[in-house]
């Protein structure tokens, strides 16, 4: 069966997957002992295999409403809360912070059909990405979108490092145009994902916390009827 890679993870995986060959055929010309070989073989064809599976990109069945935002990654939802607005004083933002364990899809999705008006990055340190803190002190990157559905809003998805990822991409640019569940890029190792919105849009949210979402198919918020008017 065809794995679908992700062309963010191209250099990793042909650069891993050289190298553990590499050392499995070393292994089978060095190593006497067989009980030793077949575990050193195992062992090696075993990460062979997860570096194969971290850099899937499965196709995902997107929903097509437009009155719903939707999650901007795998993993499991850490946190909902209420923080302040850097940009705006006095203005609190509802976040959802997304946790991605080295075994969840990395990519990153949009998570409405939105026009991208800037992005930022930060570098910082690699903590553990599960703690809500790690959005203060770690290496990130901001996209600040407009929602172009009704109602029409500002949205800023975080990517964020954490104590294993080294490398976040990103391949949205300021006044792209994305669709609804398109990917934008990914965090290469395990990371967190943060997605945020005024306090005031009236939108109901419909996970909590603990639960397992996809990227670009699992309804994070869904907008009260008289928003969507």
């Keep these: 069966m065809k794995i679908p890679i992700t062309k963010f993870g191209l250099p990793q995986v042909a650069f891993f997957s050289a190298d553990l060959l ?8 060095t190593v006497k002992n067989v009980t030793l070989l077949w575990t050193l ?9 997860w570096v194969l599976a971290f850099f899937r ?4 069945k997107i929903p097509q409403e437009t009155d719903i935002l939707l999650a901007p990654a795998d993993g499991k939802i850490s946190d909902i809360d209420l923080i302040d ?18 075994f969840n899809v990395h990519i990153n999705r949009v998570p ?5 008006d800037s992005i930022k990055y930060c570098p910082g340190q690699f903590k553990n990405a599960m703690s809500p803190e790690s959005a203060q002190v770690n290496e990130s990157n901001d996209l600040t979108m407009t929602r172009l559905d009704e109602p029409s809003h500002m949205i800023v998805v975080r990517q964020i490092s954490g104590a294993i990822a080294r490398r976040i991409v ?7 145009e994305l669709s609804q569940g398109q990917r934008f890029g990914m965090i290469k190792f395990g990371s967190r994902t943060e997605i945020c919105i ?11 916390v603990g639960q397992k979402v996809k990227a670009g198919e699992t309804i994070l918020m869904k907008y009260k009827n008289e928003q969507t008017r």
């Design 170 to 176: 990103c391949i949205a640019k300021p006044d792209n």
């Design 85 to 102: 607005d850097p940009n705006c004083k006095g203005q609190k933002l509802m976040r959802v912070g997304i946790f991605l364990s080295v």
């Design 198 to 208: 005024p306090e005031d849009i009236a939108a109901e949210c419909l996970v909590k």
């Design 57 to 60: 990109d499965p196709n995902r």
């Design 112 to 116: 409405c059909r939105v026009k991208i």
């Design 22 to 29: 590499g050392l499995m055929l070393l292994f089978a010309f």
């Design 41 to 49: 073989e195992l062992i090696s064809l075993a990460f062979l295999l």
